[in-house]
């Protein structure tokens, strides 16, 4: 039997209507607006409402990629949900998402969480279930509201992050070379304290001591992350393109995990690519983790910088820290 392709049916996007601003953080800690974009390129992120969880703005992204594929809730029988602000620590989002969408109970559905890369890891994992032949049709989805899991006193981390979720439909077609063509997933896992919640796990269950702390939210040691992140970037793109025997400017367009546009430009520079190949979206949404990847996909094949035929590269880094790159033919 010849081995069928894996390709993106449709895309859908969604991000909360509330719009925090620099100027807006500059009232509520010692920042501003010049400082934040110098350093990171971000002017605004959304923020999701009190009564939004992250299975909602899953809900909304997974709505908009079914309507764009033409493919009907009941003909998912896989959603692989990347997320690490699920709904609750227990059971995963992606039930929630399937019951609110309407999805069969014979559907397999569960979370996966390798943070800013989840994406490209849920990505791989659908792709290769539905490859085995047992599944036909998944719903993969990025989704989070960082919001929850923000320290809103400190001033070096809350500036970067936002809410919202990105999602996929994926199929698959005879048609031989289209699609998902190659992935490389690996992580870093000595380096785990460069980011990371200690609260709420196993380690350190949530306590009046850990509460007090503010434990619960995320630790991140900014400058060493930024090393890192643009050195596994460079090197998750190179692995990949090296595999396939292609050279960097054969790529279309970038689409880089959205977390500081300086991270960009420095793999643009390292790549010797036009920063104009890469997909920025990361001014109006800040850092989304596992949605970055899926909301500037979905932006891009709308605003038509993503045709027929076209070869995309999606490279991610993230807590863990996980790295991953996909190419991606059109
Ligand atoms: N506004 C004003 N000043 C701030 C600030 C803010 N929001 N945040 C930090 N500062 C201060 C620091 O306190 C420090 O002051 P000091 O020198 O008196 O101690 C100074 O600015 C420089 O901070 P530094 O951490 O050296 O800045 P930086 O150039 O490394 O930029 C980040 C900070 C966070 C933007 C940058 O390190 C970064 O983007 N790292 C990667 C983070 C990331 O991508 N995380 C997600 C991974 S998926």
């Not at 609110?100 to 109970?105: A, E, F, M, Y």
């Not at 490209?120 to 047992?134: F, K, N, Q």
């Not at 689409?255 to 190949?277: S, T």
């Not at 035929?309 to 991610?316: E, I, K, M």
């Amino acid at each position: 039997m010849p081995t069928q392709s894996t390709v993106i049916l449709g895309t859908g996007s969604y991000a909360p209507e509330r719009i925090l601003t620099n100027e807006d953080l500059s009232k509520m800690v010692d920042t501003s607006d010049e400082w934040i974009r110098a350093r990171s390129g971000i002017r605004e992120r959304r923020i999701a409402g009190p009564e939004e969880a992250t299975s909602d703005l899953a809900v909304e992204a997974a709505r908009r990629a079914l309507q764009d594929s033409g493919v009907a809730p009941g003909e998912i029988d896989l959603i692989v949900l990347a997320t690490v602000t699920p709904d609750y620590p227990m059971p995963s989002t992606s039930c929630i998402v399937q019951h609110k969408l309407g999805i069969p109970t014979t559907a397999a559905c569960f979370d996966i969480n390798a943070a800013c890369s989840g994406f490209i890891y849920a990505l791989d994992t659908g792709c290769a279930m539905l490859s085995s032949g047992r599944y036909k049709k998944a719903l993969i989805i990025g989704a989070e509201k960082l919001s929850s899991v923000v320290d809103w006193q400190d001033r070096g981390t809350c500036m970067l992050f936002g809410d919202g979720a990105g999602a996929v439909v994926v199929g698959l077609s005879e048609t031989a070379g289209v699609g998902l063509i190659g992935t490389k997933l690996g992580a870093l896992g000595e380096d785990t304290d460069l980011l990371f919640i200690p609260a709420g796990g196993s380690r350190m269950p949530t306590s009046a001591e850990s509460i007090a702390r503010g434990d619960q939210f995320i630790k991140m040691k900014g400058k060493e992350v930024f090393k890192l992140a643009v050195r596994v970037m460079e090197e998750a793109a190179r692995d990949i393109l090296e595999q396939h025997g292609l050279a960097a400017h054969q790529i279309d367009l970038v689409i880089p995990h959205q977390a500081n546009l300086r991270i960009i430009d420095a793999i643009a520079q390292y790549l010797e690519l036009p920063v104009e190949r890469f997909f920025v979206n990361v001014d109006r949404y800040g850092n989304t983790s596992a949605a970055s990847i899926p909301i500037a996909m979905d932006e891009a094949r709308r605003s038509g910088r993503i045709k027929k035929g076209d070869l995309t590269l999606l490279v991610a880094f993230g807590a863990g820290l996980t790295y991953g790159s996909a190419l991606i033919r059109w």
